[in-house]
């Protein structure tokens, strides 16, 4: 069984980068799709990133594309988010997840990090 642990968060100004980690630890990660997902305080989870595990295609969620980039190394299980030019509503609690299935909805990913607060100040 895989699991899943997010770092690299932290409070960060408006316009500033971060990057996330997720270390994976257990066999399946290099099998697995990636997603990353955010939750915000008395939000639902949303859809951020996810890169297939052979071919590493992308797909973004609107807001943030052109600013997140989303990658993984193999030969490391460790996939990474990579967030520029942050803005105030990015703040959330950012998840990784693994699942089979190319998606963009929550259900479509079985393992879960515990998340990594990522808090963007003005």
């Known amino acids: 069984q895989v699991q899943l642990v997010e770092s690299g968060g932290g409070l960060v100004q408006a316009g500033g980068s971060l990057r996330l980690s997720c270390a994976a630890s257990?066999?399946?990660?290099?099998?697995?799709?990636m997603g990353w997902f955010r939750q915000a305080p008395g939000k639902e989870r949303e859809f951020v990133a996810t890169?297939?595990?052979?071919?590493?295609?992308?797909y973004y969620a609107d807001s943030v594309k052109g600013r997140f980039i989303i990658s993984r190394d193999n030969t490391k299980n460790t996939g990474y988010l990579q967030m520029n030019n942050l803005k105030l509503e990015d703040t959330a609690v950012y998840y990784c997840?693994?699942?089979?299935?190319?998606?963009?909805?929550?259900?479509?990913?079985?393992?879960w990090g515990q998340g990594t607060q990522v808090t963007v100040s003005s």
């Open positions: 257990g066999r399946g990660f290099n099998t697995s799709v």
């Open positions: 890169i297939s595990w052979s071919t590493f295609r992308t």
């Open positions: 997840a693994l699942g089979a299935v190319f998606g963009t909805t929550s259900g479509q990913y079985k393992t």
